[in-house]
């Protein structure tokens, strides 16, 4: 197409925004206008809840650039509480109103960008619309809430939903001395994550007071003069069809249960939408029409790992897009080339992050996968305050890497970046063993717990020592290689214990019959022990993660 004169972007915040800003530096001619339902054009959303828990102290350090800012350095013009109500794609017309005069006006344009994001969703339960129940997406949603906490003197609230915003308005509300429940309808928090790798965050909420209901819904919302009554229910502990019901008095309730696009625009005007509900769009971020283009939330995003199509509402991928659409309107050789979903997420002190897919995504796909879990230290043990990250490595049979995911206090976000590369790169386990990384005693080691994870792997695929998993059936014998005194501590039921350092010279005390399922705290004496085993004629293998992997998927069944 030749070079668009008028480019009109719908909504601000990273995709919109970031177009805005890209479309300047590639046109100094082009007339870019930015229209937005808010007062705000680009704001930090993900920073939300920690001004609500007053981390973050004043309102302006939310604002990542303010119109003055647009119109002064990249000559675009804002128009904020302003609403595009209609699209003419006929004419190429979009009929825009004003919010706080109501006098509509027609635009006409020769691109147009839809980055209109995506609402939070609010159930149809009865009692929803109590004053008292908030979503925070907006900064005027934050300031709502801060409101209420401070003039009802708020010290218990319900927090519905236990992804990344009920995560971490949980973490804000008891810094504010407000107590929490969080309600989650699943088993376990973060569906990003596999049940298992879930459970140091149960304990870590637990530890600091929360009252956690994991497989618990809301059934109905009940006014209390300010305050609201959470009716809730839960599968029957004695196991009949009855479900539990229960109901908690709170001071305000914050729903967290997640985000829909907002698609009616684009609805309204014949835009083509995904089976998931949001834009469907190509490798440009073109719509079906070839003058209209979609970026951020609103739009389904190709999954580099399970191919399929998905919704993933991160400001990363947002702002990558607002980029590749603006590239693709002047007519630039660009694509967007998928999403991973690589975050992370503070809680408490921990942090969990993951890319790629987990188990349940695979298993859906009928992908074939296998793992491996590791604990290592985030830094060399004999540095002081080496603390342990849990670490779980998804990898298809040829080794390519197809997701991860960790729990811990330090280094985390670190290990998760570099896996994360390597799989948007298509590197492989082995890869991943040989890739070299920056070490000092208080930084990692020098084969890091990435360089571990991978060897492990690599182990596992080429038969040196192979693993087994906690939550699959054992008819083998169980060796636990640990010392006595750990042993007597605790350790899985029917397993018979020869230390390491013994097995050489009571190898004729193993069933010459059977295979060997090898386990040891964490896995590496495991290891030694599977080598030693295998070479010896044995069919070993490790179980991968040793006993503090048991006892995380003994916590879950327990849930």
């Known amino acids: 197409m030749d070079e668009p004169r008028r480019i009109l972007i719908v909504g601000g915040v990273a995709g919109g925004a970031s177009c805005a800003a890209r479309l300047r530096r590639l046109s100094e001619t082009a007339h870019i206008q930015v229209f937005d339902r808010g007062p705000h054009v680009s704001f930090a959303n993900c920073g939300l809840p920690y001004y609500v828990g007053d981390v973050i102290h004043n309102e302006q350090d939310l604002l990542v650039a303010t119109p003055e800012l647009f119109t002064d ?82 010290r218990h609230a319900v927090v519905v939903g236990g992804g990344f915003i009920g995560l971490e308005m949980t973490e804000n509300l008891i810094r504010r001395g407000v107590s929490v429940t969080l309600i989650e309808r699943l088993p376990h928090l973060m569906p990003a994550l596999d049940a298992e790798m879930a459970t140091p965050l149960h304990c870590r909420l637990r530890e600091e007071g929360v009252d956690l209901r994991l497989q618990a819904s809301v059934t109905s919302f009940e006014a209390d003069g300010d305050r609201v009554i959470v009716h809730t229910e839960s599968p029957n502990q004695s196991g009949t069809d009855q479900a539990d019901t229960d109901h908690i008095t709170a001071d305000l309730v914050v729903l967290g249960i997640g985000v829909r696009p907002e698609t009616a625009l684009a609805r309204s005007c014949g835009l083509e939408l995904g089976e998931l509900g949001g834009l469907r769009v190509d490798e440009q971020l073109r719509t079906n029409d070839a003058s209209i283009w979609a970026v951020g939330d609103v739009v389904e995003n190709h999954h580099i790992v399970t191919g399929r199509w998905c919704l993933m509402p991160l400001a990363g991928p947002a702002n990558r897009q607002g980029r590749v659409a603006a590239d693709s309107i002047f007519g630039r050789p660009t694509k967007f080339r998928g999403v991973q979903g690589t975050s992370v997420c503070g809680l408490f002190g921990m942090t969990v992050a993951t890319t790629g897919a987990n188990e349940g995504m695979l298993q859906a796909c009928d992908m074939p996968y296998q793992k ?96 087994r998993f906690w939550n699959e059936p054992l008819d083998d014998v169980l060796l636990d290689v640990r010392d006595p005194d750990e042993f007597e501590a605790g350790h899985v039921p029917g397993a018979i214990n020869i230390p390491l350092h013994q097995l050489r010279e009571r190898l004729q005390e193993l069933p010459q019959t059977q295979s060997v399922s090898v386990y040891c705290l964490v896995g590496q004496r495991a290891y030694y022990a599977t080598r030693l085993l295998r070479l010896n004629g044995v069919d070993a293998r490790n179980m991968t993660g040793g006993y503090k992997t048991f006892l995380q998927f003994q916590e879950t069944c327990a849930e």
């Open 73 to 154: 350095r990249f000559a675009i013009d804002i128009h904020c509480r302003t609403e595009v109500v209609a699209i003419d794609r006929h004419r190429k017309v979009a009929t825009v109103r004003n919010l706080e005069t109501g006098l509509e006006r027609d635009e006409p344009y020769d691109a147009l960008v839809l980055a209109t994001g995506a609402a939070a969703i609010r159930p149809d339960l009865p009692g929803i619309d109590h004053p008292g129940i908030f979503a925070v997406r907006t900064i005027p949603d934050s300031q709502r809430l801060r409101g209420w906490l401070e003039d009802k003197s708020a």
């Open 372 to 467: 491996i879990y590791l604990h290592p230290g985030h830094h060399v043990g004999y540095y002081p305050g080496s603390r342990p990250i849990d670490l779980k490595l998804l990898f298809a049979p040829d080794g390519r890497l197809l997701g991860a995911q960790a729990v811990g206090w330090e280094g985390v976000d670190k290990r998760i970046d570099v896996i994360a590369t390597a799989l948007k790169a298509g590197l492989t386990v082995y890869d991943l063993e040989e890739v070299e990384l920056c070490y000092a005693p208080q930084f990692g080691a020098a084969k890091d717990p990435v360089n571990i994870a991978a060897m492990i792997a690599a182990n596992a695929l080429r038969d040196d020592a192979p693993v």
